[in-house]
């Protein structure tokens, strides 16, 4: 077994570095290492003389050329000053038999060390360990000394440079035995002063680490901190596993397993372009103030599970080119995964998203698991690349974006049981038959789960509150702000419904967060007295606010983190909606899925006539729910989207959905007619141009009507092509919609036909015969005609009272919804007319005057009779109303339409 030693070019009783390392230098560390030349233990004791003579003839010129010339002179060294620059043991190239520990060879050196080591305790110490020559050992000491000193550089100087005055000023718990065991150098870099950059970085860019140990070698304590029993990489016995400072391992290279599990960062660490060979462990490791891993390599398992990021994870073009296991993960601040690639399995199973998890132009090149993943702020997967499958099931989402995705044929892309606030499909190219949206839909409740999940973060961090306490106080303040500026979160939402000016929004958005941020303020002042810790920055110590402390001084103090406010009002103000914008989804497959609680569901751009929807609430089918921008602003592009909707929802059968979406494309129609006459503009100009007149008390002069139509043509228009058939179709329109909203309603056109046949009650009373002459109040025939010719201008003012009523009540809010002006209508007509009968018949029978009402009501309706002979009595009666006839067939025809819609209607509502 080969055994190696160091040789440094230092001088620890100078306590000055003669030869610098270059890459030290270059990077500008705030530790500059010493030259260092790895040699075989026999050369090195062969030539250690002349290493002496060497260093010895260099210590002043400091020239690393001379030094590599002079060594050359010796060919045995000659392989190693060729592979190795000569740099320090941090920066070596330690490929090859330096540093392979997993041979066979070091295996049975290992077990001879444990045995010399056994052998050792039993002869106190007489026997010399070989594992003092281990190079790995060597770098770890290295490696802690100077991790140490950054921790204690301050303290050394606080105890004038005394090792044992240090030792008794150092609190946290330390074997001090190890200390002593490697205090030479411990005292190197403590007392060096070549300190560039600030002490409290650990600066370890671009070294190569040999080994982390393994996990059996760590001794676990069932206790609040995890502590090392045995040297363990950076920290000595009974060390608590802590980076106290800032971390650079930025291009540093892990040959051997990257062992982190449990530790705590308590700065922002970075792992930019750093290369882990072997396993990368961080599970339950806790980043405090972030963790950036930008364009890191992850060449084996990276186990980042049960890791907690509180203050940002940055992963952007990292690889992860074997399993990348994010289960149990939290992150309590953004995630940017943009531009990783997964070339494995990658695991993000119960992972908890606190803030916007960024996975755009993301690679998965393998299978990828979300399964009851919580994304409390936007899931974003713009520009990702899915491979193979993916799973997405039971997971909780404020946003899902899949935005400019393109699958390919093989992929599978499932989501599963999953709930969101808002989920938008976005130039989104489907080549697969195995694109699923299964059992999942919109679901406000997470708006009220999400925002007491925030507030409970907020002020468990903030305020010395836990359990059944901290529940209630969340369920007070929530209640508290939804009734206090229910006016502004409304108004906030309207202005955003209604897409108005964006610096609008901002400033309302911005005038309700300054109110409920100060509300918030005095909310804990008045309930929770002791604050914990007001800033999470290190450089602000914890304070106590004392119970005696001014209401003022705890508000000024919660008025500048008015970021918790921000998330809360942002969750509460937010729409929630489906949208599908620019998609071609060809056989997406849309199955068991409600959307009945979404404010709005947008489809536009997308082709989707080979998607299907089977089984799916769709909730209220209306233009104001259902692409409203699209129908204000292009309604002939909303009508296509219906049309399409409509078709693939016939296709699949479901007719009663279907109509409802054939309504909306009628709608949109109409909608463009109304837009391409521009009937509301030249209504306008017809009014101005009337009011012009009056105004200016001239008659009406030969070229009036003339210079009307020439008005309205040049500045009420808008048509370029020819109108009469679009003028027709939108009268069909206006018609149609009108009487059955285009076959959706049937009781509209079934009360018109009520309402039409009692009005024409009292054109055509028909007494069949003397007897009720005889019983009433009136001598002549004659009598009785004019009395019920009456009823019809009864009737139309007393439907323009009720009208007038109508509105006044709805206005102010005290009608209730479901009773329309045709139900009222109806009542008070039918009530008249029996009244009616009542006042004419003098024996004041109520069953005579009903039947007799629907007697009449019958012989009415009966359009048929029209096609036969009249009696006798019909001749009389039609004699004394010149132009009734013509009137009685204005109406059947008008009964016919009613009819025929009526019909329609229940067919689209019942048809198979």
């Given at each position: 077994m080969s055994i190696y030693k160091v040789f440094y070019f230092e001088d620890l009783e100078e306590e000055k570095v003669k030869i610098r390392c270059p890459v030290c230098e270059r990077l500008k560390r705030n530790f500059i290492e010493p030259v260092a030349v790895i040699l075989e233990e026999g050369d090195y004791q062969k030539f250690e003389g002349k290493l002496e003579k060497i260093k010895q003839d260099f210590r002043e010129s400091q020239n690393i050329d001379a030094l590599k010339n002079r060594l050359k002179i010796d060919k045995i060294y000659e392989e190693i000053l060729n592979k190795d620059d000569l740099v320090c043991i941090l920066h070596q190239n330690k490929e090859?038999?330096?540093?392979?520990?997993?041979?066979?060879?070091?295996?049975?050196?290992?077990?001879?060390?444990?045995?010399?080591?056994?052998?050792?305790?039993?002869?106190d110490g007489d026997i010399e360990s070989l594992d003092k020559n281990n190079l790995v050992n060597q770098f770890w000491r290295r490696v802690r000394a100077y991790r140490f000193a950054?921790?204690?550089?301050?303290?050394?100087?606080?105890?004038?440079?005394?090792?044992?005055?240090?030792?008794?000023?150092i609190k946290s718990k330390i074997d001090l035995e190890e200390l002593e065991k490697n205090i030479e150098v411990l005292k190197l870099y403590l007392k060096r002063e070549n300190w560039i950059r600030e002490n409290n970085i650990y600066d370890f860019r671009k070294i190569k680490f040999p080994l982390f140990y393994d996990d059996q070698d760590l001794i676990k304590k069932e206790n609040e901190n995890w502590k090392t029993e045995i040297n363990l990489n950076f920290w000595y016995k009974n060390e608590i596993l802590a980076f106290q400072n800032k971390p650079y391992f930025s291009r540093a290279i892990f040959q051997k397993e990257a062992y982190f599990s449990k530790a705590t960062f308590k700065n922002m660490a970075f792992f930019i372009n750093t290369i882990f060979q072997n396993v990368a462990n961080f599970s339950s490791a806790t980043f405090q103030n972030g963790a950036v891993f930008s364009e890191a390599t992850f060449k084996n398992v990276a186990?980042?599970?049960?890791?907690?990021?509180?203050?940002?994870?940055?992963?952007?073009?990292?690889?992860?080119?074997?399993e990348a296991s994010f289960s149990w993960a939290i992150f309590q601040n953004k995630a940017d995964f943009s531009k990783a690639t997964f070339k494995n399995v990658a695991y993000f199973s119960w992972a908890i998203f606190q803030n916007k998890a960024d996975f755009g132009r993301a690679t998965f090149k393998n299978v990828a698991y979300f399964r009851e993943t919580t994304f409390q702020n936007e899931a974003y997967f713009g520009w990702a690349i899915f491979e193979k499958e993916v799973y997405f099931r039971d997971c909780n989402m404020a946003k899902f974006v899949l935005d400019n995705i393109n699958l390919y044929e093989e992929t599978y892309f499932e989501i599963n049981n999953c709930n969101f606030i808002a989920l938008k499909f976005a130039n989104f190219v489907n080549h697969t038959n195995n694109f699923l949206v299964l059992n999942s839909g919109i679901d406000t409740g997470l708006k009220k789960e999400f925002t007491k999940a925030k507030l409970k973060q907020f002020l468990g961090k903030y305020l010395e509150i836990k359990d059944e306490k901290l529940e209630n106080a969340v369920n007070l303040f929530l209640e508290d702000i939804e009734k206090s500026f229910s006016d502004g979160i409304n108004k906030v939402r309207k202005l955003i419904g209604t897409e108005d000016n964006e610096d609008k929004v901002k400033e309302e958005f911005q005038r309700l967060v300054e109110s409920v941020n100060t509300y918030f303020a005095k909310f804990l002042f008045e309930n929770f007295l002791t604050i914990k810790q007001l800033n999470t920055q290190p450089a602000i110590r914890e304070l106590f606010i004392p119970k005696k402390r001014k209401e003022e001084e705890?508000?000024?103090?919660?008025?500048?983190?008015?970021?918790?406010?921000?998330?809360?009002?942002?969750?509460?103000?937010?729409?929630?909606?489906?949208?599908?914008?620019?998609c071609i989804l060809n056989n997406m497959k849309f199955s068991n899925c409600d959307f009945s609680q979404a404010d709005r569901i947008t489809i536009k751009k997308s082709i989707i006539e080979d998607i299907s929807f089977n089984n799916i609430d769709w909730g209220e089918i209306t233009e104001n729910r259902i692409n409203p921008e699209l129908f204000r602003e292009d309604p002939k592009s909303a009508r296509e989207t219906y049309r399409q909707i409509k078709y693939v929802l016939d296709k699949q059968a479901d007719h009663i959905n279907a109509n409802w979406f054939y309504a909306l494309e009628m709608r949109a129609y109409e909608r463009y007619l109304d837009n391409y006459l521009n009937i509301k503009g030249r209504w306008k100009v017809f009014k101005n141009y009337v009011a012009d007149t009056l105004k200016r008390k001239v008659g009406l002069s030969k070229n009036w009507f003339k210079n009307l139509l020439e008005r309205i043509k040049n500045n009420g228009g808008g048509c370029?092509?020819?109108?009469?058939?679009?003028?027709?179709?939108?009268?069909?329109?206006?018609?149609?919609?009108?009487?059955?909203?285009?076959?959706q309603s049937w009781v509209r056109p079934l009360a018109?036909?009520?309402?039409?046949?009692?009005?024409?009650?009292?054109?055509?009373?028909?007494?069949?015969?003397?007897?009720?002459?005889?019983?009433?109040?009136?001598?002549?025939?004659?009598?009785?005609?004019?009395?019920?010719?009456?009823?019809?201008?009864?009737?139309?003012?007393?439907?323009?009272?009720?009208?007038?009523?109508?509105?006044?009540m709805f206005a102010i809010k005290f009608l209730i919804k479901s009773i329309s002006i045709f139900s009222l209508s109806i009542f008070m007509a039918i009530f008249l007319h029996?009244?009616?009968?009542?006042?004419?018949?003098?024996?004041?029978?109520?069953?005579?005057?009903?039947?007799?009402?629907?007697?009449?009501?019958?012989?009415?309706?009966?359009?048929?009779r029209i096609f036969t002979n009249f009696?006798?009595?019909?001749?009389?009666?039609?004699?004394?109303?010149?132009?009734y006839l013509f009137l009685y067939k204005i109406y059947a025809v008008f009964i016919l339409v009613l009819v025929y819609q009526f019909i329609l209607a229940i067919r689209r509502r019942v048809r198979r």
């Open positions: 090859g038999e330096h540093w392979e520990e997993d041979t066979e060879e070091f295996k049975k050196w290992n077990e001879k060390v444990k045995e010399l080591a056994f052998m050792e305790e039993l002869t950054v921790d204690y550089k301050s303290l050394w100087k606080e105890a004038g440079q005394d090792w044992e005055s240090f030792k008794g000023k186990y980042f599970s049960s890791a907690t990021f509180q203050n940002g994870a940055v992963f952007s073009e990292a690889t992860f080119q074997n705890i508000i000024q103090v919660f008025k500048r983190k008015k970021e918790i406010i921000i998330d809360i009002l942002r969750l509460i103000t937010s729409f929630s909606y489906l949208e599908i914008d620019n370029q092509q020819k109108e009469s058939e679009l003028v027709k179709d939108f009268i069909i329109f206006k018609i149609h919609k009108n009487i059955s909203n285009f076959g018109l036909i009520v309402l039409t046949t009692i009005f024409m009650l009292g054109f055509g009373v028909k007494v069949s015969n003397s007897s009720c002459l005889e019983s009433s109040n009136f001598s002549s025939l004659k009598d009785v005609e004019n009395a019920y010719y009456l009823i019809p201008f009864f009737e139309i003012s007393f439907w323009a009272i009720l009208t007038i009523v109508f509105i006044a029996i009244t009616g009968h009542l006042w004419l018949y003098t024996d004041k029978n109520i069953l005579q005057a009903i039947f007799s009402f629907l007697d009449s009501f019958a012989v009415t309706l009966n359009i048929f009696s006798q009595t019909d001749k009389t009666l039609y004699s004394l109303y010149p132009g």
